[in-house]
């Protein structure tokens, strides 16, 4: 099995190509096809199984596809900073490969600079649930029209304590979206 045998967008899949990632792992092989549906998904793989590939290729194909201007149609939900940087790390590449833009919101940074980035607009966010929070309180955040919420690490998220943090986040987001959990 190829990459070139889902429906990805192919600017996505060019710069797969040019990193040399051709061959879906298994957990990317089971999800990016029912994400692409745009089905909820609940997946469990190891660490390094691919699994941030396995929702970003998915939910940017989709975004890409709807064609306009986005802002704030993905959010990312990660329980470190360094988590945080690491995903972002994979999607900002591929996000401007199809037109979308993207931030990493985290504790232990600017807020000035986060708060720039927020108000000028951005397709995804990526980010812990405590600074989001803090952005959110100020009031210059919305999701009104969020496409995609993405828990990645979501088991983790919990042990963590995170979970009436990640509550009140999703209480602000429209219930009509797709939700993908990765543990």
Known sequence: MSFHDFSIDPRCLRLLDAQRITTPTPVQEQAIP???DGSDILAVAQTGTGKTLAFVVPALTRLAAIGKRL???MLVLTPTRELAVQVHAVI???AKAVGLTSVSIYGGAGMARQEEALRRGRSIIVAT???LLDHLSRGYLRFDR????????????LDMGFLP?????IDTLPKERQTLLFS
């Open 146 to 157: 969020l496409h995609v919420l993405v828990l990645d690490e979501a088991d983790r998220m």
């Open 92 to 94: 900002e590449p591929l």
């Open 34 to 36: 029912v994400a692409l």
């Open 129 to 131: 649930p405590g600074r």
């Open 165 to 169: 943090d990640v509550r009140r986040i």
């Open 71 to 73: 802002r704030n149609a």
